[in-house]
């Protein structure tokens, strides 16, 4: 289960791109707009201050114009306004000639997200080049405040700071800060600061004499933040990533993680965007690894008992996904991993499990299987639509981390390639109140062993709803399935084919009754209460299925004669919000019971009941989620199955999480996480998870966060599969985070 309290590095050195490049040029090009634009103020002005579609208005206590000398002076509470901004002093000097601005005492120059403050601003509005003398830069998005005796721009893209500073954090005393002897900065180029230091409050924490580092907007090549910790698997580790922008579309990050205790694990990371639909990534990691395991090793997971012999170590995954003509759609799916125990060891970090899942769900909205799942599906899939008919067809394959030095490994492995489903809508039959379908399935099961065949399944159906009035609706279908199976190998013999027919048989009714419930006539707001009954019959009959072919789970679906209950309660409430103009409505409950009756007669009483299925949704309160299932078998007098979880976030931001997970007597499971707020400051959290049946702990973890204002400390105790991490977390707002752990 991903942690979610992990932390990782984020952002790297091109945050001083956002920081410098966009501040100073944005301010630079503000403030000389705003004194070389037009304005309305009448004369003496300028022709400079005439003539524009973006009017720009200035008043001053006293303003004056000399035709000869060509200056024009504007003294006493000087307001210049935009609409994209306004700049203020105590005097604005333009001098016509020499095509410059120079403005004096309490300068401001503010913009919609930034605000320029110093106290001497001289631009030359011919070559876009200028001085602003005791600057200070305060930056929205981000926030940053930004300081330097000057600013100096010094060509189109160059520019010069002397005695800079910069930190999120407020007053003049600030918690933290980067302060630096000289900025020497070219747009699309890089920039150089001379004597760099971190500081802590005065104290001089982290120095370098000379900083390089590149100045672009866009995307560029360069070493990422490094991670750097101790773990007792890895040993000492040091893990370095280097970003490489291919070009607007595509990008790579290459990585190189040095363990102590394990070796050097390598791997690549790409990305593409092809047009809007058509994108993919795919990752690979390596590592020859110092230590194997035979079963009895410290290196293995004796919960599991399965050795790991090999050192050569690997995980490849990819996702594309593909536009095609007439609005199709292609997938692939590949995940290939070298030995089951592979994430355990490597789930967390850069391009870990972790990492790898929330990127795919993000990007692609599929994610991929757990840690702990050594059965790797793979698949190329095309889904569309054609004729009225859905399509989707493609292979699926399997790759089994197990038994890596046996040459057989997943030769027993039964692969879909290809298949093609193929259902139809219901369309009418003319003159007639029924409906008619079609579904076809082709299935082709290979294995390298003795498992070859082909599977076809034709199912025409006919369906007649019947609505009687607004009570309750009837709908009944009858569907004649074939089933064929070419063989061309199996256990049993070669080369043969078997048909099954049979045919399907359905009938259901339900009826949805609502109330709704208001204080007063008056009243918008409203409680609407729903109880939906519903009945369902379904008939298939014996069709000798065991004398057929085994393949998959269908192969065997047995002869039906069953009848289902369900009754479904709901509860909604529509609230309008002071000053909204619609309502709206939020789900507070929802209970559902469902019975299922097997009619065989050579069923007892005991058997013929299924469990009872009870499912459970509840948001009772703002921040409050409960959510649950479970089955009662009515022969054990126990449950079958059940899943339970409560969450609460309060309005301070505490959050609770308890989650209990039953599916049989060996998996039987228990996860708890919290987070408390004490005070603005601290927050302490804690996470538990454990196998109840199997009496074993699985992991547990204990931290705290304190967070001033523009800056965090967190510090967690992890264990893990009897492994101890010990993480913490530095994060200075708008610079990101450094973690490590030990």
């Known amino acids: 289960m991903a942690d979610p309290n992990r932390q990782t590095f984020k952002n790297h050195n091109r945050l001083y791109i956002s920081l410098i490049t966009r501040i100073l040029s944005r301010i630079f090009v503000l403030a000389v707009l705003a004194v070389a634009g037009p304005s309305e103020a009448g004369d003496p002005i300028p022709e400079l201050f005439k003539g524009s579609s973006q009017p720009l208005q200035l008043s001053a206590d006293e303003m004056q114009y000399d035709a ?127 004597h760099a230091m971190f500081r802590i409050k005065n104290a001089p924490v982290l120095y370098t004499p000379y900083f390089l580092f590149p100045a672009k ?48 694990k390598a791997g690549v990371e790409c990305r593409y965007k092809l047009s809007r639909f058509s994108q993919g990534a795919f990752m690979f990691d390596y590592l020859k690894d110092d230590k194997t395991d035979g079963g009895s090793s410290e290196w293995g997971y004796g919960h599991d008992e399965l050795p790991r012999l090999n050192d050569d170590r690997y995980w490849f995954r990819m996702k594309h996904d593909q536009a095609l003509p007439g609005e199709f759609i292609a997938g692939i799916d590949i995940d290939i991993m070298s030995d089951q125990d592979y994430l355990r060891d490597f789930s967390g970090g850069y391009n870990g499990l972790e990492d790898t899942r929330s990127y795919f769900e993000k990007t692609f909205s599929r994610g991929i299987d757990d840690e702990d799942a050594y059965i790797r599906e793979n698949r190329f899939n095309v889904s569309g639509g054609l004729f009225g008919h859905g399509v989707h067809s493609g292979i699926k394959w399997y790759d089994d981390a197990r038994d890596l030095e046996s040459d057989g490994r997943g030769e027993d492995m039964i692969h879909k390639a290809p298949y093609i489903t193929i259902k139809g809508i219901k369309r009418p039959i003319a003159g007639s109140p029924l409906f008619f379908s079609t579904e076809f399935l082709y299935d082709r099961f290979y294995s390298e062993t003795e498992r070859r065949a082909h599977r076809l399944d034709i199912a025409p159906m006919l369906t007649l ?100 209950f369900s009754l479904e309660n709901g509860l909604r409430i529509w609230e309008k919000s002071p000053g909204a103009l619609n309502i709206a409505g939020r789900k507070t409950l929802r209970f559902k019971l469902s019975q299922s009756v097997d009619l065989e007669d050579d069923k007892n009483e005991s058997n013929r009941f299924k469990p009872l299925e009870i499912e459970l949704g509840a948001a009772p ?7 649950g299932d479970a089955g009662w078998s009515h022969d054990k007098g126990e449950f079958a199955f059940g899943n339970v979880l409560f969450g609460f976030k309060s309005a301070r931001g505490d959050n609770y ?56 400390i967190g510090l967690a105790h992890t264990r893990e599969d009897d492994d101890h991490k010990y993480e913490f977390v530095i994060s200075l707002t708008g610079l990101g985070e450094i973690s490590g752990s030990q």
């Open 68 to 194: 000869k000398t060509g200056q024009f002076i504007a003294s006493g509470h000087v307001k210049v306004n935009h609409e994209n901004f306004q700049l203020v002093s105590d005097i604005l000097r333009y001098d016509q000639k020499m095509e410059m601005i120079h403005a004096v005492g309490n300068v401001v120059v503010e913009s919609e997200s930034n605000v320029l403050k110093g106290s001497e601003m001289i631009l030359h509005i011919k070559d876009e080049t200028g001085v602003i003398s005791d600057g200070k830069i305060y930056m929205n998005d981000p926030w940053f405040v930004i300081t330097a005796e000057k600013f100096q721009k010094t060509g189109e893209n160059t520019f010069e700071a002397e005695n800079i500073g910069v930190t999120s954090c407020e007053g003049e005393n600030p918690d933290w800060r980067i302060t630096g002897k000289r900025l020497d900065l070219t747009i699309e180029g890089y920039g150089t600061i001379r």
């Open 465 to 564: 709803p019947l609505k009687f009035d607004k009570y309750f609706t009837v709908e009944s279908s009858v569907a004649a399935r074939e089933r064929i199976w070419f063989i061309d190998k199996t256990v049993e013999g070669d080369n043969k084919q078997e048909n099954r027919e049979t045919f399907e048989y359905s009938i259901g009714a339900f009826s949805e009754l609502y109330k709704v419930y208001t204080a007063n006539s008056s009243d918008e707001n409203q409680t609407i209460h729903t109880i939906r009954p519903q009945i369902d019959y379904t008939y298939v009959p014996d069709s000798g299925e065991d004398d057929f072919p085994y393949f998959d789970p269908s192969d065997r679906a047995g002869k039906v004669n069953e009848l289902a």
């Open 621 to 627: 309160a703002e921040g409050v989620v409960v959510s």
């Open 657 to 712: 999480l308890l989650e209990y997970r039953y599916s049989d007597n060996l998996n039987e499971y228990l996860t708890a996480a919290a987070s408390l707020k004490l005070g603005r400051r601290i927050t302490v959290k804690g996470g538990y998870e454990c196998n109840i049946a199997k009496d074993r702990e699985i992991r547990n973890m204990l931290g705290f966060d304190y967070v001033s204002g523009c800056w965090s």
């Open 217 to 264: 907007r866009k995307r560029q090549s360069g070493f990422l933040v490094p991670r750097i910790g101790h773990s007792g698997r890895k040993g000492i580790y040091f893990d370095i990533p280097f970003f490489w922008a291919v070009n607007d579309h595509s990008d790579a990050t290459f990585y190189l993680n040095a363990m102590t205790r394990r070796g050097v």
